[in-house]
């Protein structure tokens, strides 16, 4: 009965994996904070995709590891870079599988941030310079979907301005559009390699306290022609994703960050929480609020359960 009547509905399609790729051939290093998580060479990763198209899942977000950082981010945008490596591997071997790319410096600069640096700050506007040329280069390479995560002002409109230009028109923008500053990202950051050398990501990332600014930061980021408007973490900000879902004609995206997963995994292997239906309660909960789209690293395990 209760199959019957409910209102909420999950899909495997609707999950979107994220991924951490790096160097070298034949590589699977666990995550310690994330289990059942790991940093894949390529090779590793194509086996991943291949998996993860088997269960109906619907796409996976790629976070590349660069073999080394400077200050210029330059293995970002890089014809050979990982994400651009991965992104090929992934289309020839899994065509049908949606690959989305995130289009961001911290896992490529040396200080950590996600852009130009001056002074102790980072610059917005020469940051789009950055930007622009990995979003294009992901496209060269073959993703289906950018989506940039940095939270410069303006950068949806100059990735589409570049993307336009290169003959990209159809290639969609999944913007990070209310990006909070968040605490629940520290697992990410060991994932990633990508943990601040000084300072913070509040200036660019949002104020976990305000909502209306959240809501205004996504109609910037419609207006200048996102495709689609991502809210992360999830979890913490089901409210802002049904304002999202209200307002916005356009699939909106939640992440559930690394945090969120990390916490769930931490109460299970305690004894403190069941792993399985924590999982399902909280994948539904962010669909009820309004996502389309679920990042979420309890992907596989969550299709399985659903099959």
Known sequence: ??????ETHLEPSQFVLPLFVCPGEGIRKPINSMPGNAQLSVDEMVKECEEIQSLGIGGVMLFGIPETKDEHASGAYADDGITQQAVRAAKAATPELIVVTDVCN?????????????GNDVDNDRTFEWLTKTAVSHAKAGADMIAPSDMMDGRVAMIRKALDAE??????????AAKFASVFYGPFREAAESTPQFGDRRSYQMDPANYREAIHEMELDFEEGADMLMIKPAGPYLDVIKAARDRFPVPIGAYQVSGEFAMIMAASAN?????????????TAIRRAGADIILTYFSKDAARALA
């Open 271 to 283: 004894g403190w929480i069941d792993r399985d239906r924590a999982m399902m309660e909280t994948l």
């Open 1 to 6: 009965m209760r199959r019957l009547v409910r």
């Open 167 to 176: 003959g990209f028109s159809n290639k969609p923008i999944f913007s990070y």
């Open 106 to 118: 911290c896992e490529y600069t040396s200080h950590g941030h996600c852009g130009v640096i001056v």
